[in-house]
């Protein structure tokens, strides 16, 4: 019986051990199947969520490409600044103009506010003057005019006619019938009046260059060693610093730059960045005077760099020699984004290199080149002061002294910059160009009459600047 007893407690026990073997082998089972199961919803989750991530990033470079894409197609302001293929400078006949300018230029929608209403009144009381024969106050019922309406094309049309009649400026005349053809292309009188003076204004702007290569030839031919040259080229130097930061809004006198030039030593009342200017100035046109002017080839970005570095050098070292990072406002006009910057100025030093620039006079092709790098705008500051160095610098290679704006003329020489920016640059050139007669001029005057004292043109209509 206890063997029997012992035999069947063995059986059990083994098929009990045979039971928990087995259901133990299927746990394993289910735990190593669930344990595949949750790395397989892992590595799907995994891919899914890499998938994911570059499709969104995809889906915003695209978006925000698209959305970059908008002002530039659709704001005409926005545009990064053109070249050769539709504002190529071209000479027709003498003249000076955008190429196709009246294809692309719309007419301008005149409202008729309270102001215009009233310009149109003064407009037609003008007229009535002017066939009474009171053609002066009908002159000036007209500026009455323009100043309350400045685009209004009838406005414009019809003040460049009494100014032709009254003060036999076609010159002015001219850029008014312009002006009136930029608002409204269709305009018949400013058409007319406009082809009726073209020629003239063709000779005397001919005439005019052709009077300012015989003044140059002059005072080429006078020599280095002469005293009054030499005194005459150290005076104006000091100017020609004290002008050009003056016209940025520095508020050193000309002895007090003549100072800190000579001295390098502070001037009391006067702030660190105003030192600075008059010093990086300095700098700049030292670097010009000993490397560029006398270098081969043509001009490079990285020649206007240098002139840049030198510039904001001591006023904003981390700036100087850089292109912008920021998108900048310059009153009325936008320049180009950052990222436009780089590809505009290879454009421009092509144009600056090309032979359609080269074949230019050389005070249109430097007062050009002034212009389209304002417009670009490429640094963060020091822009006028860098295109003014560069203008310069291109007048200087031709034989040339360098010129300046004079501090008081700041407000016309803006005017002329925003003319160029409506459409027509031939305001600025002769600007330009009437700045440089007036610093040949002076230099003639100065080796006339060398033992008079040198005079500073900041109570004068003439213009001083010269090579150190």
Request: charged fraction near 25%; include cysteine; glycine fraction near 4%.
């Amino acid at each position: 019986m206890t063997m029997y007893l012992h035999r069947w407690c063995v059986a059990k026990y083994i098929q009990l051990k045979v039971v928990y073997q087995r259901t133990n082998e299927k746990c394993v089972s289910f735990i190593m199947n669930d344990v595949r199961m949750l790395r397989a919803t892992f590595v799907i989750v995994f891919i899914l969520g890499i998938t994911c991530s570059i499709f969104i990033s995809l889906f915003l470079d695209y978006f925000r490409t698209s959305k970059d894409s908008v002002p530039d197609t659709k704001i005409r302001v926005f545009s990064p600044f053109p070249f050769e293929h539709n504002m190529g400078i071209l000479r027709e006949g003498g003249e000076l103009t955008k190429e196709s300018l009246e294809l692309s230029i719309r007419k301008a929608d005149v409202e008729l506010s309270a102001s215009t209403t009233e310009a149109l009144s003064s407009l037609q009381v003008a007229l009535e003057l002017k066939n009474l024969g009171k053609k002066d106050k009908a002159l000036k019922l007209l500026e009455h005019a323009l100043a309350l309406a400045p685009k209004h094309p009838d406005i414009l049309n019809h003040y460049g006619e009494l100014l032709e009649e009254i003060k036999k400026d076609i010159i002015k005349a001219d850029q008014m019938y312009f002006q009136a053809l930029m608002q409204c292309p269709d305009h018949r009188a400013a058409r007319a009046n406009r082809q009726r003076v073209k020629h003239a204004v063709e000779e005397l702007d001919t005439a005019s260059l052709h009077r300012i290569d015989h003044k140059r030839d002059t005072v080429a031919a006078i020599p280095d060693s002469n005293p009054a040259l030499r005194r005459a080229k150290k005076e104006a130097y000091f100017q020609h610093i004290y002008h050009t930061v003056g016209i940025e809004g520095n508020t050193m006198t000309l002895s007090q730059t003549r100072s800190v030039v000579e001295t390098r030593m502070a001037v009391g009342g006067k702030s660190v960045v105003e030192h600075n200017e008059i010093l990086g100035l300095d700098s700049a046109l030292k670097y010009i005077n000993s490397t560029l002017i006398n270098k081969l080839g043509g001009i490079s970005v990285e020649d206007i760099l240098e002139i840049h570095r030198r510039v904001l050098g001591f006023v904003d070292p981390l700036e100087s020699g850089m292109f912008r990072r920021t998108q900048v406002y310059v009153g009325g006009h936008i320049p180009p984004r950052p990222r436009h910057i780089p590809p505009l100025m290879e454009q421009f030093v092509e144009w600056l290199n090309s032979e359609t620039a080269l074949r230019l006079h050389p005070v249109q092709y430097a007062a050009l080149a002034h212009y389209k790098m304002v417009h670009i705008h490429p640094f963060s500051d020091g822009n006028g002061r860098t295109s003014r160095l560069l203008m310069n610098l291109i007048l200087m290679q031709a034989g040339f002294p360098p010129v300046i704006i004079l501090k008081q003329n700041r407000h016309r020489y803006y005017r002329m910059l925003e003319l160029a920016n409506d459409g027509d640059v031939r305001p600025f050139i002769r600007f330009i160009a009437e700045s440089t007669e007036q610093t040949l001029d002076l230099f003639l005057w100065a080796t006339e009459e060398y033992t008079s004292d040198f005079p500073a043109i900041g109570s004068s209509a003439r213009t001083i600047i010269v090579e150190d």
